[in-house]
């Protein structure tokens, strides 16, 4: 502590830029990259669900599975009640219209989130691909459907008119391919599967479309050595277009998530509440009970902006990224709830995004005395930010981390200025909050002190 300088944990020295040194097609060697450091800067991303399952838009986007597979009674009956008893799961292909997708219209809404990166579904486990795959003929967006490249037209618009890195989501295995289906059958002792569909169409996505986030997803409780997944990560590290960029995650074969690859997410909605030694990422939705679209959601089952922006907060002072997923219309719309809590997102982090971007986890995650208090810092700025996630009621605040020296520590509230402090016993500060109305808040939902001068 000696000097007064900002103790930030050390997590950022695993975050450098990533040299030119080869990987073997072997965990130890695969997991031995460093993480390109923009993935830590970032901090929070969107995520979008969209496929043949926003044509059903009811329950989940694991429709298919959940009517054909589990015959769950909810889903049965909806098909009873609505469709013929010939109609097959791949009659909602053709409903797969888009043809309100405006690729400018949402890089712009997604552009006013704040976020700086997206992850969108190119395939999800039900195998319809968003782009013109060579490896799944008439079961794409291309062939049926839109009849367009959702994935070029989206990539090019991000691209052309922000910021936003593009990420892409693909599914290892798919539900009902027969030819997965009979490597599954023999233990997976046999390859046919990725060889002839998931590794082409992984290569052909990254050479393609040179996407700076690949998220795997979807093992079929299959081995990683089943998916060859070393050795694509060895080709993706070495060779590829994005070789010096991509980040990945850990889901790459049975035992490999929360163990080996790029970041963690280790369960979806993964909130540890603590800090991790390894880099991670908490995947969450807005919607509650479902990453695709619902036609018959309630308004309960959405998160208020007040739940996202505590989800944001706790996730980066523990250290993680918030990748916050949404689900499109069939016909390519960004539903009004979700469109306000995307440019909400973004207004709260005009004001609190110096605690957030580029920012690291502070010795102490969270306050020990008061609640909903949490902590990130900036050590290049020797700058400690604590965020509010709720107004105190009496006007002060007290935080009992920071070790405070009066004519040396100043406070300020990010969006309106300097604040005054007085020390607090046994230790720690107290911060007297100014009496704001609600029209002088400098935001609505949760608020940033910066703390410099501060231990």
Not at 137 to 161: C, F, I, Q, T
Not at 262 to 268: E, H, K, S
Not at 295 to 315: F, S
Not at 388 to 416: C, Y
Request: proline share 7%; aromatic share 14%.
């Amino acid at each position: 502590m000696a000097g007064g300088g900002v103790w930030c944990l050390p997590a950022l020295l695993l975050f450098v830029s990533t040299s030119r040194a080869r990987y073997e097609p072997s965990w130890e060697s695969i997991d031995s990259r460093p993480l390109p450091d923009w993935f830590d800067r970032a901090k929070f991303g969107i995520f979008i669900h969209w496929g043949v399952f926003s044509v059903p838009s009811f329950g989940s986007e694991w429709f298919w599975w959940y009517w054909q597979k589990q015959q769950l009674r909810p889903y049965v009956d909806f098909m009873q009640r609505n469709y013929p008893p010939d109609f097959k799961y791949q009659d909602f292909a053709p409903g797969f219209t888009a043809e309100f997708f405006d690729a400018g219209e949402w890089t712009d809404i997604l552009a006013s989130s704040g976020a700086k990166y997206i992850v969108l579904t190119t395939k999800h486990h039900e195998g319809f691909t968003l782009w013109g795959s060579k490896n799944s003929w008439n079961w794409n967006a291309v062939d049926v459907g839109p009849k367009r490249d959702l994935v070029d037209e989206l990539a090019s618009s991000l691209r052309a008119s922000s910021d936003l890195r593009l990420g892409l989501y693909h599914s290892l295995f798919e539900w009902f391919n027969p030819v997965f289906e009979e490597d599954a059958a023999r233990n997976f002792t046999t390859n046919n599967f990725p060889t002839s569909k998931t590794l082409p169409e992984l290569y052909e996505l990254v050479i393609r479309y040179n996407p700076e986030v690949l998220w795997s997803d979807g093992d079929g409780d299959a081995p990683d050595t089943y998916w060859n997944s070393t050795g694509f990560l060895a080709w993706l590290y070495n060779d590829s277009p994005v070789r010096d960029t991509v980040v990945t995650n850990d889901r790459w074969g049975r035992g490999s998530i929360c163990t080996h690859g790029g970041y963690y997410t280790c369960a979806d909605r993964y909130q540890p509440g603590h800090l991790l030694k390894h880099k991670w990422e908490n995947c969450m939705t807005i919607d509650t009970k479902s990453w695709g679209y619902r036609r018959n959601a309630p308004l309960g089952d959405y998160l208020r902006i007040e739940q996202l922006v505590a989800t944001l907060v706790e996730t980066v002072s523990c250290g993680g990224n918030l990748l916050m997923n949404f689900g499109p219309t069939h016909d390519g719309r960004i539903a009004p709830i979700f469109e306000e809590r995307l440019r909400q997102m973004g207004e709260w982090l005009k004001v609190n995004g110096e605690a957030i971007y580029n920012s690291s986890a502070w010795r102490a995650q969270n306050d020990s005395i008061t609640p909903h208090v949490w902590y990130t810092c900036r050590p290049q700025e020797g700058a400690i930010f604590a965020i509010l996630l709720e107004w105190p009621s009496d006007g002060s605040v007290t935080l009992r981390e920071p070790m405070a020296a009066p004519g040396q520590t100043q406070v300020a509230l990010l969006g309106h200025g300097s604040v005054r402090w007085e020390p607090a016993k046994p230790g720690g500060l107290r911060v007297l909050l100014p009496p704001l109305s609600l029209s002088q808040m400098p935001c609505q939902w949760a608020w940033t002190l910066r703390l410099t001068g501060a231990t």
